[in-house]
């Protein structure tokens, strides 16, 4: 999991035992429109565009969020999420 800061990657290795790397992360938000990346050792691994509409690609997606975001939900039900359900969100 990559992570900017020394405080992230030692609280999230060392304590929980996530496996953390420091890495670049860049973000930008232009209105609707989202655009980013992530590398490490000059390499990049991850690189996002989409365009952000409020509205969810998959009817059964919301349906599952606002479930989720009325009742108060425990850690192993986080972990539970289906996802396929969240293979269809399209970007550009």
Sequence with gaps: MPVTNDMA???GREVFG???KIANIYMK???ENVE???ERHETRFFEVRARLTGKFND???HQMMMER???PASLDQVNELP???LRGIKTE
Excluded: N
């Design 9 to 11: 990657l030692v609280l």
């Design 18 to 20: 996530y496996p953390k």
């Design 29 to 31: 938000r232009d209105g």
């Design 36 to 38: 980013g990346w992530t």
């Design 59 to 61: 009817e059964d997606a």
């Design 69 to 71: 975001m009325s009742s």
């Design 83 to 85: 996802r396929s359900k």
